[in-house]
């Protein structure tokens, strides 16, 4: 059974350009959300799609949006990129209703902007 | 608003026991994930307490004071694979969704 696929694993990209990030679900999974982690720090939370739809959003500006398509996978995308962007990009899937089962990671894409 | 604090580094030896202590002030509050990672990998769940308490799983322990905002992560005959981050979240309900808030981590170093 596999779990959460993201690709790419590693990118750079130079400052104002545009970037996708992919994310695959677990199998059974409907919900996606995503992470920024900057190095040594925890991640933090940037949106949740849920039936296509973007549900909860965190402290992110607008150059961050995404995308859910039917088979539940999931697009991150970044414009207009900063050096600040470059961090661990996590993916996470979860049940709707969940209770201990909780959310399971992929393995994340490493973003660095130069 | 929301706040987790968890030590940023800790030490111990192999075989030992080591407890890593959490602090959290959120609304919302709808249990707590203990994950570890190691460097480059994704997160790995480790425990899930939503109800006070102690939860046991082999080697590792986790507690619950929601009353305190208050959790730790015990971890038993300590191994060189040991060495890792671990991460304190708390999964947060509001408008109907959730969501997990982490902590920064703990840098856990396990020495011969």
């Known amino acids: 059974d596999a779990g959460v696929t993201q690709s790419p694993t590693h990118l750079i990209k130079t400052r104002g350009q545009q970037v996708t990030l992919r994310c695959s679900p677990k199998s059974g999974h409907d919900t996606v959300s995503w992470y920024q982690q900057a190095l040594g720090q925890g991640p933090q939370f940037i949106f949740q799609?849920?039936?296509?739809?973007?549900?909860q959003r965190g402290n992110f500006p607008d150059r961050f949006s995404g995308h859910q398509f039917p088979n539940y996978s999931s697009e991150l995308n970044v414009n207009a990129l900063l050096l600040g962007d470059s961090a661990l990009y996590l993916c996470?899937?979860?049940?709707?209703?969940?209770?201990?089962?909780?959310?399971?990671f992929g393995s994340g894409t490493r973003l660095t902007v130069v | 608003g929301q706040n987790i604090d968890q030590p940023t580094e800790m030490t111990a030896t192999e075989g030992a026991i080591v407890q890593i202590n959490c602090t959290y002030q959120?609304?919302?509050?709808?249990?707590l994930f203990w994950y570890q990672q190691h460097a480059g990998e994704a997160p790995t769940f480790l425990s899930y307490n939503v109800l006070d308490g102690l939860e046991e799983k082999g080697r590792f322990s986790s507690f619950l004071s929601r009353s305190k905002g208050y959790s730790y992560l015990l971890l038993k005959e300590l191994q060189m694979k040991d060495s890792a981050s671990y991460l304190c979240a708390v999964r947060h309900y509001s408008g109907g969704y959730n969501k997990l808030i982490f902590g920064a981590g703990t840098r856990l170093a396990v020495h011969p």
């Open positions: 996470a899937s979860s049940l709707e209703y969940q209770g201990a089962s909780g959310y399971t």
């Open positions: 959120t609304s919302g509050f709808n249990g």
């Open positions: 799609y849920y039936e296509e739809e973007e549900r």
